[in-house]
């Protein structure tokens, strides 16, 4: 069940690495067959063919291709999942440009933080969105802006229209980028993690073999699609694994835990992040009868929750697989799906770990020294297994650097070459790897990241604010949620819900802290750094019934 290293490189030897040729070339010969089942707002079922997939992405190639773009242009995306919109992510690797995905949730000043910085030369978003993207699109020199909604309308599909159905992908090294994801910093803004092709394609083959994806000839998977498509869980993880098997997807727009119960009968892997098992869990439809068809389910993004774990395998028989990766390096670990040949043949899914490096992942844990806070120096010494210290990670998944961030670039590698995660865990004797917390200060909500630095200088700016501090506390549907702490200036009380609800005006939905509380002061170290875990100690309970 493991790949080797030459069973992962032999496909980029190929003459061109662009990655939708290796998808292409896995859609099964009858181009006919659905290729997609797409929930519909009314109930129904909307059928994309495999064919549909093919010529539409060329169409939209094609309208790409006319507009004369200078190589590596970026296409930023921001609108609504749909099958269109996954299209359009297809046919920007086709036509050789850059991904560039953006949460739906963004407001005005974080797009126009993503468009000033990548400078994509094309934007795409919804229509109802396009007076205040496009002013912040013009402004940038975006020299196109495209409207794509839900229903299939738009000015992108408009266009795309007059354009031929056949186009042939644009040569590319592996070393091309193909995406653009941002991901926030500790300090700072988001950093843009420049994704190549051969870093993409590279995961998605590993993981087709690892996760022992079934083609069509064997029975065949199929994947209940129920992620959003702006990040590495959706876009790459989910929607790759499917392609790159030739395997049909169920899809839907939004997750709703009652659809996704009654498409299970009919699919065989599922992939979520922690919440949405949580919201399966709690409909009474979860039962082992309804889950009887199914292969696999797959978890990740965030922390699973080892009584999720017991009860999911109580509930239907079945054990999660949790596997573990990151925006710049896609998957990094799984639990074995069948025996792992590198580990003793073990097959057991350990609840609360993350499973083995996967096939071609180097990962070492290192001690304090070569995490230093200052300068992150060299120097840390290779942990003993079962001790805790820094993940680090290096293979032909690791990214190829911060876009337009050579020092940050440099300071999150090693000398020798190793990506810092900012995780902190351990690797057992047995070679499974548990992740204990981060050295990065970060809230992972729902799947969804969100860096209290951030959250914090938007609060700081808000009138009658001293300083703040956000921490994660547990939360039982989004795993870890964020509280605010709040000094006021002196004389003035300012109240706690118009604090949010001006931070509401600024941020995406999901970084808004769920409860704000006023302090007279921040607990502070003798260094001055303001204690986190007291405060995470004392607002732990909030959400805890
Ligand atoms: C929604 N809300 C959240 C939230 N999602 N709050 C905190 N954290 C979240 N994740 C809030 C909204 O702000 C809103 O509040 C209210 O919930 C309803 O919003 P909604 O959009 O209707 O929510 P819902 O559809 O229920 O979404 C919940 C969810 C969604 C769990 C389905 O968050 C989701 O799809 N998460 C998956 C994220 C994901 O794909 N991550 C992968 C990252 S890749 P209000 O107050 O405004 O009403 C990665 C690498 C790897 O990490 O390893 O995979
Ligand atoms: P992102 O930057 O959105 O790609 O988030 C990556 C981070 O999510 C990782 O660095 C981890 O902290 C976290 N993560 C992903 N999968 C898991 C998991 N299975 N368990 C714990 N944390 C995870």
Known sequence: MTTSDAQIAQPLQCVSHNLFSALRAAFPSDLD??????ATPEGGWRHYSWRDLDHASARMANLLASLDLPAGSRIAVQVEKSVEALMLYLATL??????????????????????????PAVVVCTPGNFGWVSRIAFAAGTQHVFTLDDERGGSLLERAAYFGDAHQPVPCGADDLAAILYTSGTTGRSKGAMLTHGNLLSNAL????????????????????????????GLFVASHGALINGSKMIWFARFEPRAVIEALPRATVFMGVPTLYVRMLADARLTPAAAAHMRLFISGSAPLLIETFHQWQERT???????????????LTSNPCGPDARYQGQSERRGGTVGFPLPGVGLRVVGEGDEGKEGKEEGGALLPPGE???????GPNVFKGYWRMPEKTAEEFTSDGWFRTGDVGLQDRDGYVTIVGRSKDLIISGGYNVYPAEIEAAINELPGVAESAVVGVPHPDFGEVGVAVVVARAGVQPDPQAILAALKAQLANYKIPKHCALAAELPRNTMGK????????QHQGLFQD
């Open 94 to 119: 086709r036509a050789g440009y850059v991904y560039l995905p953006l949460n739906t949730a963004y407001q005005s000043s974080e797009i126009e933080y993503f468009v000033g910085n990548a400078e």
């Open 317 to 331: 028989g079945h054990t999660i697989l949790e596997r573990y990766g990151m925006s710049e390096t896609i998957m």
């Open 33 to 38: 067959s659905t290729a997609i089942e797409a």
């Open 530 to 537: 303001v204690q986190k875990n007291l405060l995470r100690q």
């Open 206 to 233: 590993m993981l087709k073999d690892y996760w022992g994806w079934r083609t069509p000839g064997q029975g065949g998977d199929v994947l209940i699609h129920a992620l959003p498509i702006f990040h590495v869980h």
């Open 388 to 394: 805790t210290g820094h993940i680090q990670v290096r």
